[in-house]
């Protein structure tokens, strides 16, 4: 199994079209690949693969339920939690389920077992096929505000051989740290612009912390300078695809579709791009 991470340090940089339609060419060239969307704040893989979803399933976390009777009002559970979830007031020990992030370590350290854990929903996940391609997603509850419990669960799913296409959310933060962790290899996807260059440096300085190979490709590569090209050549970082502005392109995307199905020019791009990736990581 490879696992490739499509990744941006912005939204908008075209990340998701880049995804599913390198998952299209490799699929059309009956390779086995999975699609796992986990951008689970706004997934929108599935617009353009048209998944049939097989499989749902409901995501839970565990947070703390109180004994009162129990309960002893000690404090222990508040001074550990780091998040405030639990917090006391008029000496009895308060709740936020929304801000726990599950560590156990209340009810680890509860000297009277007063503190017990609970399944709390925070979205669901969703498996099927898209053709000859394995779809997996998240979508986390409107509400909810933790991302990378979630994540975690939905790259729980990923099995088999072939590769697998990590569809990332944008920016430097957690749900991205989550997201990339386990990758062979990350692909970033910018503009080039003066923002795009921007994001694009705080993404490269993210995955420089964790050491996992990277390669830039550089969407709407005709529209701006040619800064991004000179900055990856100075940090020794490989290009490894371009694509031009395109208003056909731009079509599909508005209509939901995969423009490597419309356009045999774009299918040869992505296809490039494989070529490409097989090189740099030995597939």
Not at 103 to 129: N, Y
Request: charged share 20%.
């Amino acid at each position: 199994m490879l696992r490739i991470a499509i990744a941006s340090g912005k939204g908008g940089t075209g990340k998701t079209t880049v995804a599913t339609n390198l998952a299209w060419v490799i699929a059309s060239q009956n390779e086995s690949v999975t699609y796992v969307d986990c951008d689970v704040e706004e997934p929108n893989g599935h617009m353009f693969l048209n998944p049939v979803i097989e499989e749902s399933t409901v995501a839970k976390v565990p947070y703390p339920v109180i004994n009162e009777e129990t309960c002893i009002s000690c404090g222990k559970c508040a001074e550990i939690c780091q998040y405030r979830a639990i917090i006391m007031l008029a000496e009895n020990p308060y709740v936020s389920p929304e801000m726990c992030h599950a560590c156990g370590g209340c009810w680890l350290v509860c000297p009277v077992d007063a503190v017990k854990p609970a399944g709390r929903e925070i979205g669901i996940i969703e498996k099927g096929k898209s053709e000859h391609i394995n779809f997996i997603h998240g979508k986390l509850s409107i509400g909810q505000i933790l991302s990378p419990p979630l994540i975690r669960m939905v790259k729980k799913h990923i099995s088999g051989d072939g590769i697998t296409l990590i569809d990332c959310p944008p920016g430097t933060s957690c749900p991205v740290l989550t997201s990339v962790q386990g990758a062979d290899y990350i692909i970033l996807v910018t503009e080039p612009t003066p923002f795009g260059l921007n994001d694009l440096k705080l993404a490269i300085d993210m995955i420089g912390e964790i050491g996992i190979p990277i390669g830039v490709f550089i969407n709407r590569a005709d529209i701006g300078t040619n800064d991004t090209e000179r900055y990856c050549e100075q940090r020794h970082i490989d290009i490894i695809g371009r694509l031009n502005d395109n208003r056909t392109i731009a079509e599909a995307y508005s209509q939901g579709k995969i423009a490597s199905k419309m356009m045999p020019e774009i299918r040869g791009l992505y296809e490039n791009l494989y070529t490409t990736l097989k090189r740099k990581i030995h597939i």
